[in-house]
């Protein structure tokens, strides 16, 4: 009971709290571990149990992000997971594969007031099909797009639809097309992050970490694409991210 007592008293105000609601995914992307260590990986769901155990400190905390190596909609118990971290007063977000989505399930995401859905893409084209084994570029976009006509029919302003990019060393000269095709989509924000976890051997080559700090004046020159942006006035936010 005391180390309970101090613990409470002393608790960290986070500004979000990342959960792994699930270990389970219908996709088999090259650069994921749940690919590279699909011998040993053990399939998972949070219980509900464990959850609710988190819910006390949901109140400390702006966002809950329910994600994980996993893809979030395989949880049977996902949007009751949803409901508890709104009821906790904070806001709710996750990020999807695409895959599982369907009509019904974006009308729930809305009504139950999803404040974020992100979108996993490595690539502008088919080429992201290759990479994100399982998964189609083409489905990820209708599903964006019907989540943004959702919320017009529904009027609400969320979920915000967000772009998870991952760039791997094959794909910089692609990322000169982001700009163009960001402009025909409907995200609100799109983050474009590097590898950092190498789960493999044979992704190492496609790490995009710089050893030192020639290496990564380089790589910044090459990505910066910000001026590329307004010229071609897409309305949009980009952060790249160098992980190094």
């Known amino acids: 009971m005391l180390l ?48 609710t155990n988190l819910v006390p400190a949901f109140s400390t905390t702006k966002l809950v992000y329910l994600q994980g190596w996993g893809e979030p909609f395989t949880h049977p118990q ?17 990020t999807s594969n695409g895959t599982l989505l369907n009509h019904d399930i974006i009308a729930r995401l809305i009504n139950e007031g999803l404040d974020i859905i992100g979108f996993s893409l490595a690539g502008v084209d088919e080429k992201n099909d290759r990479i994100r084994k399982g998964t189609r570029i083409k489905k990820v976009l209708e599903s964006m797009e019907e989540i943004h006509r959702a919320k017009q029919k529904y009027v609400s302003d969320t979920p915000a639809i967000h772009v998870a990019y ?33 789960a ?23 990505l910066i694409i910000s001026e590329t942006i307004r010229q071609r006035k897409v309305q949009r936010y980009i952060s790249i991210l160098f992980l190094r």
């Open 78 to 94: 996902f949007f009751e997971m949803v409901r508890l971290a709104k009821e906790a007063g904070c806001r709710v977000g996750t």
């Open 166 to 198: 991952m760039l791997l060393r094959c794909g910089i000269d692609e990322l000169e097309k982001l700009p163009e095709f960001l402009s025909h989509a409907v995200a609100d924000q799109t983050v474009v992050s590097s590898l950092s976890f190498v």
């Open 200 to 222: 493999s051997p044979a992704m190492k080559s496609e790490s995009i970490l710089a050893t030192g700090e020639k290496e990564y004046s380089e790589l910044k020159q090459r």
């Open 4 to 51: 309970n007592h101090l613990f409470q008293k002393n608790q960290p105000n986070l500004d979000w709290i990342q959960v792994e609601i699930s270990s389970y995914c219908n996709a088999d992307c090259i650069y994921c571990p749940h690919t590279a260590y699909k011998q040993n990986w053990r399939n998972r769901y949070l219980s509900m149990e464990a959850f």
